[in-house]
């Protein structure tokens, strides 16, 4: 019985031959991040040797990632006093993959990893973050768990009683119509199947869309498989996983190819045309409420945010920039940007794109997960609407449960802008 991509990279990871979904193991990890909650996780890691007169040691220190994102800069003292306690740690560990406030190396997890080569293709990456999936972008089964779990892995080095998902297949065919993208496509799809349609399996993407999607794109909807209830997105590699690794993370050595076998067997198979797709936008407050850009056409918003793990990235911001080019945004509603990292930032910068949308009327904001959260940057008022292109918009997502966030592509984002209304893309303001 051939076997699909996560089967075949579980076997591997666990050294058992022909794993099938259903089966239990306990796979080999070779990547572990956690961000600023790698401060609970420290507290655990340090109780499992507690009273045992055993030096508490990771596992493996060059496979641990820690990344400040959340609360960057420091919003307060406790959160300064924590990023304050991960250094030391870090440092007492000899944990080289750490990325500390900082202009030139700094920015969100979920960007961090790929474009520094983190996680190849096969690869079993855990995080203590649920939007792990985006790393499935590069072939790898990457999947959030929690700080417990974090901890033993740690210790050991292997993620304790994991199940093999079955795999759902998504077949995407066509071409992408100007202004539709992957945000579109991954909407489009939580909403046709909600956000349990996919609990507890893998979404294995294929077909010509998938195939010619790049990188980027890919994280997209890796990253958003978590919303409709996925344990991880994959994206079987291909030479566009070799060219990004080699191009734009400066991998060099040996890249392995995992390809799941003709005959795999699925739980289910969803074939979706790219070409019939259009602007999508998931309504308050759940992801799977999603409906056409153009049902919503006209709706007043306070806020549009540009950014994020989910579409932070340099063409994220490039086709917002496009369509922003020579005009003002309207002086109804403010605009945030924030890119996925300072790497971005950086090429942003050079391109002019920072100059422009802040030309415009745009706040740049760091790189990080403020915006996101509405922890310390960006948070809404009572009563007031965002327009995002982050994940999520659970009610209090941008720190205000009396508030309601929209989500959208970057071009959904940047034409809504400039009219203050939401506005489709693809056909301009009403």
Known sequence: MGMTVVEKILSRAAGVCCLKAGDVVEPAVDVAMSHENAALVINQFKDIYKDTGIDARVFDPSKIVIIFDHRVPAESSKTATNQKKIREFVAAQGI???????GDTGGICHQILPENGYVRPGDVVVGTDSHTTSHGALG??????????????????????????ATIKVVVSGKFKKYVSPKDLIL??????????????????????INNMSTSGRLVICNMSVEAGATSGIVPADNETVRYLREEAGVKDDI?????DKDAVYDSVIEINAS????????PHTVDNVKPASELAGKKINQIVIGSCTNGRLDDLEIAAKILRGKKISKDVRMLIFPASARVLAKALKKKIIALMSL?????????CGCCLGVHQGALGDGEIALSTTNRNFKGRMGNPNAEVYLCSPATAAASALTGVITDPTKGGK
């Not at 080289?96 to 900082?102: A, E, G, L, Y």
């Not at 392995?256 to 799941?260: E, F, I, R």
């Not at 415009?360 to 990080?368: D, F, K, L, S, W």
């Open 96 to 102: 080289s993959k750490f990325h500390d406030i900082r």
């Open 188 to 209: 489009h799809l939580i909403g046709k199947i909600s956000a349990e349609g996919a609990n507890f399996k893998v979404i294995e993407f294929h077909g010509d869309a």
């Open 276 to 283: 019939k797709l259009v602007p999508q936008i998931a309504c």
């Open 360 to 368: 415009m009327g745009a706040v740049i904001v760091n790189p990080g």
């Open 256 to 260: 392995s190819l995992v390809q799941p």
């Open 140 to 165: 790898a089964f990457a999947f959030g768990i929690g700080a417990t779990e974090m901890a033993s892995v740690w210790a050991l080095g292997s993620a304790l009683n994991i199940e093999v998902p």
